[in-house]
């Protein structure tokens, strides 16, 4: 399983970010998938998650109404769509697949394959 994530780069505060994500090796349509970030000397924390059809979806109070997430079941990819970005959501940003489970969830430990992960950075 190998999961691509991309679109992560340098915006000022206030503005937009895309993040994509392209699965192989995994069946994607049958999973749930979700996004998470980390910065340096701080645990991974969970930003959203898809459900396996995409109509079910989840998310940190922190991003809520800021950050939305979707996907394209045909393309194999996930998609977190980010906006009113903040320096506090500057972090390394990674996708995950949870590969036994179809509904969208936080669980960090239950996600099984992980992304290489790509840097958003926000400046005030």
């Known amino acids: 399983v190998q999961l691509q994530a991309s679109g992560g780069g340098l915006v000022l505060a206030g503005g937009s970010l895309r993040l994509s994500c392209v699965a192989s090796g995994v069946t994607f349509s049958s999973y749930a998938m979700g996004w998470f970030r980390q910065t340096p000397g701080k645990e991974r924390e969970f930003v959203a998650a898809i459900s396996w059809t995409g109509r079910s979806t989840y998310y940190a109070d922190s991003v809520k109404g800021r950050f939305t997430i979707s996907r394209d079941n045909a393309k194999n990819t996930v998609y977190l769509q980010m906006s009113s970005l903040k320096p506090e959501d500057t972090a390394i940003y990674y996708c995950?697949?949870?590969?036994?489970?179809?509904?969208?969830?936080?669980?960090?430990?239950?996600?099984?394959?992980w992304g290489q992960g790509t840097l958003v950075t926000v400046s005030s």
């Open positions: 995950a697949v949870d590969a036994n489970r179809n509904w969208a969830h936080s669980e960090t430990l239950r996600y099984d394959y």
